[in-house]
């Protein structure tokens, strides 16, 4: 009996501790299935091929219409595999352990701080990359995960980075539906990068980031200042290739369970899926979702990875180019709906009558936690302001005060107002001092300095702001709705029953309505045709 605890207490020790933090986070169940799917029964381990085929990313073909490819990117994907199972997966005897397949998957997907999970990641990178042929500037002090970081990225880097970020999500999505690989359609993150270069290089004013090639930049980003950036910009990168190895091993137990469907709504959805003519981009939908956690930003995942729905023009509530401009019209089409939005709209400013030089197009976005109201003040719970091209930037809120969004529409039939509030749209800032500011009409935007504004963090919403307020054009709108289906069918609901109450006042009852020839109205109607005719008076 006593050999018996020994040998128990001997087997234990580290299962038990890898067990319960895999079973903190929900997953216990799930690898046990996944290793009882991928392990050799005879020798009771994974072994290493199969394993790195599970985490294999070969695509056909990694293209971007906006970017330019870089020739070691199709490398670097086919090396990210063998990378994971070195510095994730230990192995003992040409085979992965259940303890040490627990302890890998603790590594990339138990709770820690953001600070490890981004070491991680660079880690997987860096290690990437030199298998590659591509050897990056980064150094790392010990195989410690939370050890510091030296050294410093290029731009081309951070490009890579970001678009392999996006393809182990692409792979996380895509292999709910199938398991063979199709093209890879790799999105325009122009604008994010722009962001990291601007935020952590010393470019000065030398950098126009109005006509900007990234492939011939040649500046350094030290990597202190760039992982900063990410948790300031986008502090939900890092999660991206945890949810890869999650996805990765619970597809191993539906494969197995004989889970798989057809693959023609990847196929059909991935040529079309990177380049839309919306404002809101496959790219700028996966840097905004990058910003938010929870359901909203599963619900603008669905944007970026559109194989998983119906459409994305599901989620489309307005656009000015297709249902008309002006407050009135987006009013009828948001109206109803009680969920989360997002709102873009892209603008001209500067002198555009004298040479289209001097044009500046950029676009900006707010995010809003609530539906719009038709108020003549500011409220809201919370949301983000987003500058969203050319440069990629996030704001959310101080805490300091609740001014989030102002949607004032004046109502018909109303008496005369001697101060009537203004009716347009605003976010931020405070009453007449907003600090986006769109007019009902749909044709202008004011934006005003980030210093009358205490409800968003400051920054510019686009570059070289400056401190005065800027007029300028709107070209196009859109909202989108983040409330998930729900969220729709009560809107859907809400319209039909206003639609409902309009049919219903159209309608005149004859029958309550007295004879023709004894009504008020006939006689006005007498009067007005002939006013000087005698008429008897009733008395």
């Given at each position: ?29 799930m690898l046990q299935k996944s290793f009882s799917s991928l392990a050799d029964p005879d020798s009771n381990a994974i072994p290493l091929n199969s394993l790195q085929q599970c985490f294999s990313l070969t695509y056909k073909n990694p293209v971007c ?475």
């Open positions: 009996m006593g050999a018996s605890t020994s040998t128990e207490q001997k087997v234990s020790i580290e299962q038990r501790e890898a067990e319960a933090l895999a079973a903190s986070t929900g997953a216990l169940s219409e906006a970017l330019t490819v870089p020739d070691s990117f199709p490398m670097l994907l086919d090396h990210l595999g063998s990378s994971i199972l070195d510095l994730i997966f230990i192995s003992e005897k040409g085979g992965v352990s259940w303890v040490e397949f627990v302890r890998g998957y603790n590594k990339c997907c138990a709770r820690m701080s953001a600070s490890m999970s981004l070491n991680i990641l660079l880690r997987v990178f860096a290690v990437t990359l030199q298998k590659a042929g591509s050897p990056s500037n980064l150094e790392f002090e010990s195989d410690d995960v939370e050890c510091k970081i030296t050294g410093s990225l290029k731009p081309v880097d951070v490009l890579m980075l970001l678009w392999m970020c996006w393809a182990i999500s692409w792979n996380s999505r895509t292999s709910k539906i199938s398991k063979e690989k199709t093209d890879l359609p790799l999105p325009d993150i122009n604008q994010i990068v722009l962001s990291a270069i601007v935020s952590c290089a010393d470019v000065g004013s030398g950098l126009n980031v109005w006509d900007c090639q990234l492939s011939g930049l040649e500046v350094e980003l030290p990597v202190g200042k760039f992982l900063s950036w990410v948790v300031r910009t986008v502090p939900c990168l890092s999660d991206c290739f945890s949810q890869f190895v999650y996805a990765i091993l619970k597809n191993c137990v539906s494969h197995k369970d004989g889970l798989e469907c057809s693959t023609s709504s990847v196929v059909e959805n991935s040529s079309t899926m990177a380049y839309s003519s919306h404002l809101l981009s496959s790219g700028m939908a996966w840097a905004i979702s990058l910003t938010l956690r929870g359901t909203i930003s599963e619900e603008i995942s669905k944007v970026c990875f559109p194989c998983e729905t119906d459409g994305i023009d599901k989620n489309l509530l307005y656009r000015s180019s297709l249902h008309g401009r002006g407050l009135n019209r987006f009013w009828s089409n948001i109206e109803g709906y009680q969920g989360p939005l997002l709102m873009l709209f892209s603008a001209t400013s500067g002198d555009a009558s004298d040479s289209r030089a001097n044009e500046r197009k950029w676009t900006v976005g707010a995010l809003t936690n609530q539906g719009f109201e038709n108020k003549d003040i500011f409220y809201g719970s919370s949301g983000n302001l987003y500058a969203i091209s050319p440069v990629f930037h996030v704001y959310p809120p101080t805490g300091k005060e609740k001014n989030f969004v102002y949607s004032h529409l004046h109502p018909t039939g109303r008496a005369y107002e001697p101060k009537p509030k203004p009716a347009g749209i605003g976010f931020g800032g405070s009453m007449g001092n907003e600090r986006i500011f769109i007019d009902e009409d749909f044709s202008k935007v004011t934006i005003r300095h980030h210093a009358a504004d205490k409800t968003y963090q400051p920054g510019s919403l686009f570059p070289d702001q400056g401190f005065l307020p800027v007029e300028a054009l709107i070209s196009e709108v859109e909202v989108w709705g983040l409330g998930g289906r729900s969220a729709k069918d009560v809107q859907d609901s809400y319209k039909k029953r206003e639609q409902l109450f309009t049919d219903q006042r159209r309608k005149v009852d004859l029958k309550t309505f007295a004879n023709w020839e004894d009504s008020p109205e006939k006689m006005m109607m007498d009067m007005v045709s002939d006013p000087n005719a005698v008429r008897r008076e009733d008395r």
